[in-house]
Structure formats: C-alpha cells, structure tokens
C-alpha cells in the first residue's frame, strides 16, 4: 500500500436495514474495489513475470 491509498475499511451494517437506493450503491462501491483488486493483480503477476524472466533464464 502506497501513502496515497487510504486503507480498506469495512463496516458491518445489517443489509436488512438499508435502502434499496443504499444497496445499489453499495454494489457500486464494491464492483469498484473489486475492479481495482483485479488491476493490482495483473500488475503483480506481470512484475512477477518479468522478475522470474531476468533471475531464473534457461
């Protein structure tokens, strides 16, 4: 985690007592976590990748 990312913070909160309108946008928040996780794995595998290239050449 860098400076700039503010870290994950996940509040238990009945999803019986939320709106409709409260639910979609919490699908929102979490559809757009989600897509950041799959960014930062493909950024990891691909480091990873090109590490396991220059260190472990045939």
């Known amino acids: 985690m860098t400076f700039d990312e503010e870290p994950i913070r996940v509040v238990k909160r009945s999803l ?33 990748k090109a590490a396991e290239a220059a260190f472990f050449k045939s």
């Open 16 to 48: 019986d007592d939320m709106s409709i309108q409260d639910l979609k946008e919490r699908i929102e928040t979490l559809k757009s976590e989600i897509a950041a996780c799959e960014q930062t794995i493909v950024k990891k595998e691909a480091t990873r």
